[in-house]
């Protein structure tokens, strides 16, 4: 990919990462090792990430999965899922001293968020995105099938019942 990184501690510590307390960042297929397929499964394994997915825009599209980091959620409803659509949530890497992962470990679309000064005193808002939402979903097009089969061998590693969602 041809986005720059970007990593601003100080303003990323005054705000106190918004971002990463709204909803954690995708990945992008090149985020990966070149085994993609046992990357994403040994990731999803961890517990640490989770197959999401955006909704079919029209009745003869289909749903496209992508991998992000789970969202931290109360202990009440531990574990974690490895299959997760829901929207909203802090990361699991987002620590009281910002992000656990080195900057080259973590997601693009975190990498290229763009932290800038906050104007006119609204939220995160004002940080800019690099690397948009679309043009990751269109990356993992052509790896629908290797999430669908990590996602498998995941479930199956954890022991837990394979999920009942047609597609995956
Ligand atoms: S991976 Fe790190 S930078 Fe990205 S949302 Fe999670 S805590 Fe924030």
Not at 31 to 43: G, H, I, M, N, P
Not at 62 to 68: D, G, K, L, P, Q
Not at 86 to 104: A, Y
């Amino acid at each position: 990919m041809g986005h720059k990184d970007y990593e601003n501690h100080a303003l990323c510590a005054a705000c106190g990462g918004a971002c990463c307390r709204h909803m954690p960042g995708a990945t992008h297929p090149s985020d990966w090792r070149d085994d993609l397929l046992s990357s994403l499964a040994d990731a999803l394994t961890s517990r640490r990430y989770a197959v999401d997915w955006r909704e079919a825009e029209r009745s003869d599209d289909a749903a496209v999965y992508f991998i992000r980091p789970v969202v931290s959620i109360s202990p009440r409803y531990e574990p974690k899922p490895v299959i997760d659509g829901s929207w909203g949530g802090q990361c699991t890497f987002l620590t009281g001293v910002g992000c656990e992962l080195p900057l080259i470990g973590r997601p693009l679309s975190c990498r290229a968020m763009e932290p800038r000064e906050k104007m006119f005193g609204r939220g995160p808002e004002h940080c800019w995105a690099h690397a948009s939402h679309r043009s990751i979903l269109l990356a993992w097009k052509p790896h629908q099938s290797v999430i669908r089969v990590a996602a498998r061998i995941a479930l199956q590693r954890l022991g837990l019942p394979s999920w009942d969602r047609e597609e995956l």
